[in-house]
């Protein structure tokens, strides 16, 4: 019996693994163009760069929604969107929402509120399997096009910061694993 549960643990703990790396190549960034057809852009605060990509591509293209979710309820709105900003009617900022699940659940209301069906998610590229994991999930009827803010490269990584963005990883990739969790037991 004690050789079942450590065989059974052993090849939980190699699925682990091997999902991690399966995972990692989920993440690689790669360069998109944005998707002309989106008839708005959610973009989910919490890293460098979302906020102003959100709002560049919104500027460019006329007649989308935005929403800019999870943004800490202490930043003033005016501090986000520009005064000059055109069309600043049609977004939307989120101060309720504090995980990657209130954004996707706050996400599908303004979705169904603006009647969207093409919709590109604004986020970095190693919340991106995630966010999508749970946006589409919560509003599978809706067309989802990941777009991640740019990676910047360092080639001054010390072996210390190169540690520790792996243990980021490591954490980020569990909380894809929770996720999944999640939707099973909602």
């Not at 944005?34 to 906020?51: M, Q, Y």
């Not at 101060?95 to 990657?100: G, L, Q, V």
């Not at 069906?117 to 999508?132: A, G, W």
Request: charged share 20%; aromatic share 14%; glycine share 4%.
């Amino acid at each position: 019996m004690r050789s079942l549960v450590l065989y059974t643990f052993s090849i939980i703990i190699i699925f682990k693994i091997y999902g991690f790396f399966i995972f990692i190549k989920k993440i690689q960034y790669q360069e998109i163009s944005f998707n002309e057809i989106s008839d708005g852009i959610a973009v989910l605060t919490g890293g460098k760069g979302r906020i102003n990509l959100g709002l560049q591509l919104f500027y460019k293209n006329n007649g989308l929604q935005l929403i800019i979710s999870g943004v800490d309820k202490k930043v003033s709105d005016k501090s986000i969107v520009p005064d000059d900003l055109k069309n600043s009617y049609n977004i939307t900022i989120d101060k309720e929402s504090e995980s990657t699940y209130q954004n996707a659940k706050l996400i599908n209301k303004w979705i169904r509120k603006n009647n969207l069906k093409n919709v590109s998610i604004i986020t970095s590229y190693y919340h991106i399997p995630r966010s999508m994991l749970l946006i589409q999930s919560l509003t599978p009827a809706v067309n989802f096009y990941p777009y991640p803010v740019k990676k910047i490269l360092s080639n001054k990584n010390s072996f210390k910061e190169n540690i520790f963005y792996y243990f980021f990883l490591v954490e980020e990739y569990i909380k894809y694993l929770l996720s999944h969790l999640i939707l099973l037991l909602k």
